[in-house]
Structures are given as structure tokens and as C-alpha cells.
């Protein structure tokens, strides 16, 4: 089994991109499509706690009903935000990566780079063609 996790939206590109960039360190993650199997209250809590981040932090707003359920709401409690979550997992941003090095929103997907425990092993560019690894898996 895996020591990567992943919470996965293939539609999004940049969950893409960070998934490309474990399998470029020679990983095989576990990939959780999050949209099909959603964390449940304790495992959200949880990953928000391990990323050390604010609950709204963790809220998407575009191409989520983040706007019609009023989510902008200051007044709204953590439990509330969860709760909007829980109800519409399309509200949790993504990719959320799990490794031995901690637990992180891999927005920009070069992020995850601080997480692997291997080294890139060749080149790797992103979807938009922006390079992130240069041919000796090293940073651009």
C-alpha cells in the first residue's frame, strides 16, 4: 500500500498536474476521487487539522454552489462550513495530499514537491505547458 494519499478530481487540472508530479517521484499513490467517495466528518476534520488551516481555507468557490448556500457569510460557524461540505463535497478544495511529510492543499500543484520523500526522476510540465522539472528532476 501505498504511504501517498491523494484527494483526486480528475476533471481538475491541477489535481492532475499533482498526481503526475508523485508519479514522476516513482510513487504509486493511493487516489482517492473525493467527488465519488467523500471523506466523512471525522477524516475532514481531521485533514484540515493536519494541514494546519483554517476550515474556510479549505472552501472552493468556483464551479461550487459556494455563492447560492451563502457561504461567504462571516457569521457562519466551522461546524456550518463543514456541514455545507459534508452536504456538497464539490465545496472541498483540491488536491489534498497525505504523506510521512505532512498533509497539504496542493494549490499550485508544485506544492506537493515539499511532501514527496523521493526526488523527481526526469522532466515534468504541466498541462498549460509551464515546466516545473528540468531533465535531471531537479526545479525550474
Do not use: W
Not at 8 to 24: A, D, M
Not at 78 to 99: E, F, K, S
Amino acid at each position: 500500500m501505498s504511504q501517498i494519499t491523494i484527494y483526486h478530481n480528475p476533471q481538475c487540472g491541477t489535481s492532475r498536474n499533482t498526481l503526475e508530479l508523485i508519479r514522476n517521484s516513482g510513487e504509486e499513490p493511493t487516489v482517492i476521487e473525493y467527488l465519488k467517495t467523500p471523506p466523512d466528518r471525522s477524516t475532514l476534520v481531521g485533514l484540515i487539522k493536519d494541514m494546519g488551516i483554517e476550515v474556510r481555507a479549505l472552501l472552493r468557490i468556483n464551479g461550487t454552489p459556494y455563492e447560492e448556500l451563502g457561504l461567504g457569510d462571516t457569521s457562519l460557524t466551522d461546524d456550518q462550513l463543514i456541514d455545507a461540505m459534508m452536504a456538497n463535497p464539490i465545496l472541498i478544495n483540491r488536491p489534498i495530499v497525505i504523506t510521512a511529510l505532512g498533509t497539504r492543499l496542493c494549490r499550485p500543484s508544485e506544492a506537493v514537491l515539499d511532501l514527496l520523500p523521493q526526488e523527481q526522476r526526469g522532466s515534468f510540465t504541466k498541462e498549460d505547458g509551464q515546466a516545473v522539472i528540468d531533465k535531471h528532476g531537479r526545479r525550474v
